[in-house]
């Protein structure tokens, strides 16, 4: 089968990829639609170290098809989302709503694939830029099958990434001012996710100007795109002049974090979703920080996926939660350098990879 396998080098286009077949508490799924998000970028530039040989993609949706004789969640032909967390459901982490703290759900490296007999990882549990995948049970997440499934991919990372980390997180409330550094997948979901939760103002910073129409459509009140001189904590003062109650930094850059802590109120809230290079440092002046002010990271938006992916369809077929609009552009596996060329260009909210050839 066809798959996008990073060598440590480059990531090609793989036509002699295969699965192995499942085991106990495992799934086999064919993956239909995939979301690049830019944690796959890391990977290839080395933000992220992942060990090669890998599938990349972790942001997927498809339809299950092979169950472990143990398996009870799921069943052939259900239509899924997939989470990357490949939490235990066991551990007191687990047991007390908190799969992100299950030490399963991170680290656990597996090779599923073999490219010739060279057996060939999963990144983040997953590997969905390929046909098929084989993941523990709850991985997959039900979902009706009259949701698109390249809607419903972008769940699995930027979606519940992003409006995870505004309800589970930050538990934004009513009335409270917001601003987003980033409009790409994540922070647009943090922007609709702010949107959802009746935040005011909802500030959208980016660097890309083509980005104001997304971020506006996705429910920010205001838009401000700094030049190389510009002093964004200025531009967000002018509208704020005490500062916000929550930046959530979705970049993964440095000095954008320290900038997030400049543009705090009294009693506001730093969310860290970008991920800099591994063993970045950042700084910030501590004594701006001890009017009950606080900086937080969120992985994966602290989601429970078994409660939190169901919610996000729930809000979709309500018209409350913008998933279509999310796709800015279709892209065949075999165009994957294509897609990585318009994300980098700015041109995408996301960009899904349409995996069956
Ligand atoms: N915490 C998590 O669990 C988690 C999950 C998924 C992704 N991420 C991380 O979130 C980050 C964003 O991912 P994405 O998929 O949304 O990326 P993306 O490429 O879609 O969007 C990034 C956006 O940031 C903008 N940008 C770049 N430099 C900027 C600057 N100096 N000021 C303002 N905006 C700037 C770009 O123009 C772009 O619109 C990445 O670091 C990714 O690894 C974290
Ligand atoms: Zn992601
Ligand atoms: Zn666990």
Redesign the pocket.
């Known amino acids: 089968m066809r798959g996008i396998v990073w060598n440590g080098k480059e990531a090609t286009v793989e036509t002699d990829l295969t699965v192995r077949d499942i085991r106990a508490g495992e799934v086999r799924v064919r993956i239909e639609a995939a979301g690049?998000?830019?944690?796959d970028?890391?990977v290839l530039n080395g933000?992220?170290m992942f060990p090669p040989p890998v599938v990349l993609g972790h942001e997927g949706a498809g339809v299950v098809t092979q169950v472990a004789a143990d398996v009870t969640n799921v069943k052939v032909g259900d239509h899924v989302v997939l989470s990357t967390l490949g939490n235990c459901g066991q551990c007191g982490a687990c047991d007390r709503g908190k799969p992100t703290f299950c030490r399963q759900s991170l680290g656990k490296l597996s090779r599923p694939f073999c490219l010739g007999d060279q057996k060939v990882f999963q990144f983040a549990n997953l590997g969905v830029f390929t046909e098929e995948t084989v993941v523990k049970a709850t991985q997959a997440i039900a979902i009706p099958d009259d949701v698109p499934l390249t809607s419903a991919s972008l769940i699995g990372?930027?979606v519940l990434?992003?409006v995870g980390?505004v309800f589970n997180r930050a538990k934004v409330s009513h009335g409270e001012s917001v601003v987003v550094?980033?409009?790409?997948?994540?922070?647009?979901?943090a922007i609709q996710g702010a949107a959802l939760a009746d935040a005011l103002p909802v500030i959208a910073?980016?660097?890309?100007p083509t980005?104001e129409t997304y971020a506006k459509a996705f429910g920010a009140t205001h838009f401000l795109c700094?030049g190389p001189d510009d002093d964004?904590v200025e531009m967000v003062k002018e509208i704020c002049p005490n500062g916000v109650d929550y930046v959530f930094e979705?970049?993964?850059?440095t000095?954008?974090i320290r900038a997030a802590t400049d543009m705090l109120d009294w009693g506001g809230t730093v969310v860290?979703?970008?991920?800099?290079k591994m063993g970045s440092e950042a700084s910030f002046v501590v004594n701006t920080m001890y009017n009950d002010k606080t900086i937080m990271?969120?992985?994966?938006?602290s989601a429970r996926p078994q409660y939190d992916i169901p919610l996000m369809v729930r809000l979709y077929r309500q018209g409350r939660l913008k998933l279509d609009e999310l796709v800015s552009a279709t892209y065949d596996l075999a165009d994957f350098q294509q897609a990585l060329d318009e994300?980098?260009e700015?041109r995408?909210?996301?960009g899904v990879l349409t995996v069956q050839s």
Do not use: E, F, Q, W
């Open positions: 690049l998000c830019h944690s970028v890391s933000t992220i990372c930027g990434t992003g980390a550094i980033g409009v790409g997948g994540i922070g647009l979901n910073i980016d660097t890309n980005k700094p964004v979705c970049v993964g850059a000095p954008l860290m979703l970008g991920v800099p990271g969120c992985r994966y938006g994300l980098h700015g995408l909210a996301r």
